[in-house]
Structure formats: C-alpha cells, structure tokens
C-alpha cells in the first residue's frame, strides 16, 4: 500500500527526531551560536540604509559604509571596544586585530 503525504507537523517531527542533537547541541555547546543568521545581521545594516535613502550616492561610498559596518561587526565578534577600535585607527593608523580568532 501506498503512504500518504505527511503533514508538516509530522515532517517536522521527523527531522526533531533524525537531527536532535545537532537541534540542541547549543545547550551543551556555549560556542555553538543559537541560530545560524550571523550573515543575515551581517549585512541588515547595509539593507536598512538602502531602503532609508533609497540607495549609496556612489561606489565609493557604499564601499566605505561596508568597510566600516564590516570593521565594526569584527571588533564586536572580538569582543572589542569599537569606539576604542575606532579611535586606535584615526590616532595610530593601526588596526587592533585580534591574531588568534583568525
């Protein structure tokens, strides 16, 4: 006899099953992130001014707005003061990387 299309509430279930450790791994892993949207909140920035002003006035520009949104996302996920980062840059023209996360 022929199964029957499942219903999503069982699809879902069925993954549950199949992939319950790798669901909840982020309990028992404090460095496994709870979702995987890093990329996602990466770039929300360059998309929220996009829609606010319709768009970068130039090339150059929008690089520049994704070079700093970009320095600033890595001096959080270093857990670095980013005004600080900031203020090294302009006083010493260094950039403080942290050499073991890369």
């Avoid at 995987?36 to 996009?50: L, S």
């Avoid at 150059?60 to 996302?73: D, L, V």
């Amino acid at each position: 006899k022929k199964k029957g299309k499942q219903t999503p509430a069982q699809n879902l279930w069925n993954r549950f099953v199949k992939y319950d450790d790798r669901i909840l791994a982020f309990l028992e892993h404090p460095d496994i992130p709870f979702d995987n949207n890093q990329a996602e909140r990466d770039i929300r920035m360059a998309k929220v001014k996009q829609k606010v002003s319709g768009t970068f006035r130039s090339k150059k520009g929008a690089e520049s707005f994704c070079q700093i949104r970009s320095f600033m996302s890595t001096m959080k996920k270093q857990k670095q003061s980013v005004l600080q980062a900031i203020g090294q840059v302009i006083e010493t023209g260094t950039v403080p990387w942290d050499s073991t996360t890369s």
